[in-house]
């Protein structure tokens, strides 16, 4: 069964740095989202992304954060200068339909730690 | 509320059926799913029903829906011990994004 992909599994980065994400989507999708869950709370949504454009972001992907889709099958997060609280799980999803029309289909998820 | 809101803990013993409630928040949300998350794992798509069913079964999986109370629930059937996770109750919200609860964790006992 197609799945998405995301590398790397663990990243471990200085504050400060900058750190892309990387998620390969299934193949047939057309929507891609990133969320994120910190430790011992919530799965947050970040951002959608269709046709080649933000679709939807909430208030925590301000300036810091950008999201490209470099080829036809990689799907990045980029965070500019990394804060202590962007430590957390990051997860990709896909999806062949916008919202709910179809399920949205995650991948294993990026620990990020930022020391 | 404004929140996907589930209860923290549930513990169960294996052979008996597990329950997990979910109340959520937008009347207009089309579909509602159930995740799953083992340890250090991703999100499975446990199942879903769209909101004008009122009851899904999939093999052990019972997802039952309550329109008016926006009270969603599963029930596992015979629970396993690979059955002990975060289970994740969802909704949609607008065109894209889901809303998720804080999850219920399921321990299974022998």
């Known amino acids: 069964e197609p799945e998405v992909t995301q590398t790397p599994s663990h990243q471990v980065t200085q504050m400060g740095q900058e750190v892309i994400l990387r998620c390969v989507p299934i193949?047939?999708?057309?929507?891609f989202y990133w969320y994120r869950q910190i430790l011992g709370q919530k799965v947050e949504f970040l951002v959608s992304?269709?046709?080649?454009?933000?679709?939807?972001k909430s208030e925590i992907f301000d300036d810091q954060f950008s999201v490209e889709r470099p080829d036809g099958s990689n799907f990045t997060l980029k965070i500019r200068s990394t804060k202590l609280e962007d430590s957390a799980m990051y997860f990709c999803a896909s999806n062949s339909g916008g919202g709910g029309n179809q399920p949205q289909h995650f991948g294993d998820g990026t620990r990020l730690s930022i020391l | 509320g404004e929140d996907v809101e589930q209860s923290l803990f549930l513990s169960v013993r294996e052979g008996d059926s597990s329950v997990i409630n979910c109340t959520y928040t937008?009347?207009?949300?089309?579909?509602l799913y159930w995740y799953k998350q083992e340890p250090g794992a991703g999100l499975q798509l446990l199942t879903y029903i769209f909101s004008n069913m009122d009851m899904k079964q999939d093999q052990r999986l019972t997802v039952l829906l309550n329109k008016k109370d926006k009270h969603l629930s599963l029930r596992i059937a015979d629970t396993q011990t690979g059955d002990s996770a975060i289970y994740f109750c969802?909704?949609?919200?607008?065109?894209?994004?889901?809303?998720f609860g804080a999850g219920t964790t399921v321990t299974v006992r022998a």
């Open positions: 992304f269709y046709n080649n454009e933000i679709s939807e």
């Open positions: 193949s047939n999708h057309l929507y």
């Open positions: 969802a909704e949609t919200l607008g065109d894209y994004k889901l809303s």
């Open positions: 937008d009347s207009s949300s089309t579909y």
